[in-house]
């Protein structure tokens, strides 16, 4: 079965330093893999997906992310946080190639302070 | 493009009393899936339909159930309510066929269900 593990429920950073965010997959097979944000009392809007080829996958807002075979690992990261980063954060994975049937992590709350 | 709309935005129902929430998808979107969102279970999986077919299903029972319209309007229903059901339900609506796979997921605002 399909599964994701979003460490640290909570995470603070002051404006200007690296955000990490992490995540672990489990996936029987190649997995396609989705960041996705929440700003509050708002829907979901998708940062970057991962499907096949580069490991390394760029998305907006300058957020990145790289697939980790090894490590089962899909890390998202940007070089210089900024106040308006400050929203909730999904990793997911989804159990169809549409990529319309996700499994969610629980989610990782970011806090930029300034 | 008109967003994914969600209706209605808030509901308060009684334990026992079933309800139904309606969503609209983005113009030309074939493809809903409806999540429930919980601070205690996070975001799970509920189902997705295309072209009026349940295409996937996730793990809850029986007393969840969706349709979709031939406009690609779905409804999900909830009979026999329970407290735990009380949580913000998201529909998303996905292209398809207009790019190569995996499609991004639009998410609509949410219905906040409370079951008192």
């Known amino acids: ?114 | 493009k008109a967003g994914v709309t969600q209706t209605p935005r808030y509901l308060i129902k009684t334990r026992g009393q079933q309800v139904t929430l309606s969503c609209s998808p983005i113009s030309g979107h074939r493809s809903v899936s409806w999540y429930q969102q919980t601070p205690g279970q996070g975001l799970q999986f509920l189902f997705e339909y295309f072209s009026e077919t349940q295409r996937n299903k996730g793990n809850f029972p029986g007393r969840f159930s969706g349709r979709q319209f031939s406009n690609s309007r779905s409804e999900m229903n909830v009979s026999t309510l329970e407290l735990g059901d009380s949580a913000l339900y998201l529909c998303a609506s996905s292209p398809l066929g207009a790019e190569v796979p995996p499609y991004e997921q639009y998410f609509g605002p949410g219905t906040r269900l409370t079951v008192t």
């Open chain 1, 1 to 114: 079965a399909q599964s994701v593990t979003q460490l640290g429920s909570h995470v603070s950073v002051s404006e200007g330093a690296l955000v990490l965010l992490r995540c672990n997959y489990s996936s029987s097979v190649p997995p396609y893999l989705f960041w996705y944000v929440q700003y509050p009392n708002q829907g979901l809007q998708l940062l970057l997906k991962y499907t096949t080829g580069a490991t390394l996958v760029k998305g907006i807002n300058g957020f990145e992310a790289e697939f980790k075979k090894s490590e089962t690992s899909f890390h998202l990261t940007k070089p210089s946080a900024h106040m308006s980063d400050a929203a909730e954060y999904f990793c997911a994975v989804s159990l169809n190639q549409a990529g319309t049937a996700l499994i969610f992590g629980k989610g990782t709350t970011l806090s930029v302070s300034s």
